[in-house]
Structures are given as structure tokens and as C-alpha cells.
């Protein structure tokens, strides 16, 4: 068991123990030191000193009492064994691990220690945990920590930050402190892994890394998303500049696109710059991403061309595109189509959900890594995203539909758990055939009026997945996607269609209120009818029409059509030629 897996209170009672231990041993040393010989020699004759005149007639006498008195307590304690200073490596090691505020982890998370810029940090800190390193301090918290990774980002050592410059040979200090964070997570067993997320001195991809990804670490939906977005955007695109130095080309580019306005926010503030933009203009695919999800269309400069009926509308950034005016043509389209539409801003947040969101890019580079024995599964950053989904189905009919949809899924539910009653439907039988896992419920059984509260709830006790998903018809492969996805932007305890109320005899002001936001999606509402939401919330058997009296978060989000890349008349992609 790792020693954040130890229970802190064993910690800390075998540290208490150990300070005891130190204690009795000082204050044996200091009863000793005051009944040495040589100390009450030195007093004796410090006495004398100061008063010269009785003192210097007492002082053979004293010495000759201090003589025999030494002759006797040598004989009695010849044969006392030498005290030694108690001191563990534990000790030490919990002292250190109280000063640096790592102890007691939950465990569902990986750790790594982390020496990245503040962008990487706000991006992956929902789905690992952080031990930060310092030049100053580095040795010491590393010393310190039980981590599974360590992890470096290029954009770390950019110029004005704590390890700026850090692997140039011309800044030997931080360079030489990095490179022995870098040899004691060898000599552990801990992979050290280089986030190549902007381009960095040349010298520090050789400072002996277990692995090296070159891209960022995905678009973290949790700051970028489209969540109570304000329906009226900026009809004038911006550029928004990588950080990187740019291309002559892509300054040409930009410089003959009419219209366009040169913007560079802060990196906290660049979500609300896509939110507020009805298009975006971008050098790299990393950025394309964050303004489809923020719903903004983006031109993307550097891609492979395509016929401009997407949400990503793409150009080649080459002498071809400066003679041809293509540049400026997609501008037009763009600026003519607007803001995504609702269809194309669910298959944007969907297609970087599976394929490019940061809990998804951290296992995959997790993944390629080699982590030590008994350190945590590479897939720990998606383990936010396991569902159960509840059902119960009354005949094989019904099981059957139920079991296609589980099977057609593009993101499959973690566990599935229906009544004891059903496990010998014909459909149950077909999911337990496809390895899928299954629960039962002893208990409950369908009723003509439908599943209530404490029905669900009862299914609930028994998942173990964050999230549950109450099945009542199929809703389509990208059911779970959509769902998940939306809780994953917003941080919300449920995502369900926005209905107008749950009580019987609203008031004329509230029921307009909430007849006015009942088809709004992605927005913060009083009452849906909930396709998801967290365990502990369904197992206390509340009817959602009173969730948000205690405290739930409720987001709406409408059922949509299922209609993939092939039939829906848009095509909203992640990366270019990536249909």
C-alpha cells in the first residue's frame, strides 16, 4: 500500500510517538550535561572568579569534593549503555508532507508533481492532483511527496515565470534543479513527462524524460463551453494570435482580412472573448477547438481546405492562398453563417468531448507513460465520467430496445443496473452477453404508472459510477455523450430538458418565467426532467421538482435529434479532414 493510502491518523499518532521519543532523550541528555564533572568545574571556577577573595581560598576544597564525587559516578555507571538520538526517516518524511499540504489524499485521483504554466494548471486540476514545484524549494517538497508522475510543461519556462528559461545552459540554477527532479523520479520509479505545449529551450527535451508529448493537454471544457451564454454575439470576427511566433504567411493572411479585430487576452479571460464572438479567427487547431465548444464558427488558417459548410471553415496558409483570395472568401461565408447553430454546437461539444477534451488527452498521455507498481490507473481523469444507467423494463420488447441503445452508445455507460425481476429478459440477457456490466435489484418492479422517485432510487443505492442515468425510451446513440458532456462544462447535479414547473398551481409571473427559459439549453434553471444526475442525489428519492431547494444545480439541456456527420446537414469537426 502507498503511503498516502495509510490512514493519517496512524500517521501522525507514529509521528507523535517518535517527537515523545525525541523529547525523553533531550531532557536525559540535559540531566547528564548538568551533573557532568567538566560543567561543575567550569561553574567553580567562574564562582572564584568573580569573587576573588573567598573564592580563591574555597576553590581547592571544591575541586577536591568535585574529584571524588567523579570517581563515585563512574564506578556506578561504567557499565550504562550510551543513549542514542531516536530519529526515523518517517518522521522526517510526515514533517515535510504537513508542510506542503499533501496529506490525506482521497486516492481517486492521480498525483503528480507538477511544474507547469498557470493555463496547464487551471486545465487539469479537476482530474489530478498537483504537488506545485519551485526553484527554491524543489529538493525539498519532491523529498517530501508521494507522487505517480511528475510533469513539466514547456510554457513553464517562458520568460517572466519561476522556472523562465529553465534547460538553457546559460541559467544553470534552474536548469540544474529540474534535471535533479527529473534523475530522483528515475531513480523512484516515476515517470517524468514533458508537455511540449509551446516551443521551449532545445535543451529541455534532453534532460532524460520517460516520455514527450507534443501538443497541449486538450481543451479543458470546464472554462470553455457554451454555459449561459448571452444570445447576442459580436458579429466581428477575432484574430487571436498563437502563442508561438507566427508564420510570414499567416501575418499576410491576416493582414488583408477585413474586418477583423487583433485581440490578446489573458489566457483566464480567453473564454469570454469566444463566448461574446460570433467567429474566430486561428492559427493553430488547439484554438479552432476552444471557439467551437464557446459556440463562436472559427476560420481556421493552416488547415487543409474544405468546401466551407462546416463549423470549421480551413485554408492553406501558403503563397496559393495569397494569389487566390481564398482567405477572404471563407471570411465571408463565415461571417455569413454567424453563430453555430444549435445542431452544430451539440456535434462540436461532442466530437472534442470524446476525442480532445483534457481528461481525454491526460489518459492517453498517461497512458503512453510507464507509471510505477501500485500507483493509480492512467485512466483516474476519466473516472468523472462513469455512468450507470438505470432501467426497468417491463417485457422482452422493451428490454430489447433498451439493450440496443446501451450497445449503440458512443460513450458507453460504465455499469447497467435493473430490477432482479428482469435479468431474464431477452435484451438483459443480450448486454450480459456483450460483457457489459451488470447489477440487479432485488425489490423492484415496474409499475402502469411508471417508475417514481423511490424506484430510482433504489436502483441508485446500488451503482457505484458519480453519475446515474434514469433509461425511459431510447434517445439515441449520442445520449450519454450529450449528457455527460454538458455536466462536464457546467459542473451541474443534472442535466435534463427544462420543463415549465413541477407544482400544481404556479403563480401567473413564475409560470411565464419558466415557460420563457424552458427551451433555452445550456442554461441554469429551476426544474427539468433529469436524463442524468449524480448518485447521491437519486438515492435520496426526492422528485426533482424540489432539488434546487436543496441546493442542486440543474442545467437544461433538450433531447436532440441523433443525426451524426453523415445526415445532419452541418459538420461541425474538431480537426481539419477529421470527418
Known sequence: M???EQS?????????SEREAQLHEAQARLAALEGSTSLQVGRALTAAAK????GLVRLPRDLFRLWRKSGTAQQGTGRRR???????????????RLLSGTI?????????AGILAPEVRAAIDPYVRVVPLRPQDAQIVFESVDVDAVLVSASATAPGTLWAHA?????ADRTRALNWVVEAASARGVPAILIADTPAPPALAMLGFDHVHHGDVGVPLHRFNPIAVEPERDPAPVYLPSAGPGTPVVDRLVGRLDGVRRVEPRWDSLPDVLRKAAGAVVDNPGAADRALVCGARALLLGGSPDNGQGALHTVAADVGTLRSGAAEAELARMREAGALTPEELRLALRSVFLTDATPVRLAEIFGRASLAPGSGSASLPLKGREVALLAMPADDSVSLAFAGDVL????????VVVPEGAAHFAGIERLRSHGVPLRTVAGVEPTVAGPGPGDWARLASAAAATWVAPWRAPRGSAFLADVLCAAECSGADAVGPAVASWRSAPSVDIDVVDQAVADQEYVFVSAIQPDLARRELIRRGLQPGVWTRHGARLLALGSAQDAGPETSPYRARSRPNAG
Open 2 to 4: 502507498k503511503r498516502r
Open 8 to 16: 493519517q491518523t496512524e500517521q501522525l499518532r507514529h509521528a507523535l
Open 51 to 54: 569573587r576573588p577573595g573567598r
Open 82 to 96: 550510551k543513549a542514542e538520538p531516536v530519529r526515523s526517516f518517517d518522521a522526517e518524511r510526515q514533517e515535510a
Open 104 to 112: 490525506g489524499d482521497s486516492g481517486d485521483r492521480l498525483v503528480v
Open 167 to 171: 534547460g538553457d545552459p546559460a541559467v
Open 408 to 415: 449503440d452508445q458512443e460513450h458507453p455507460p460504465a455499469e
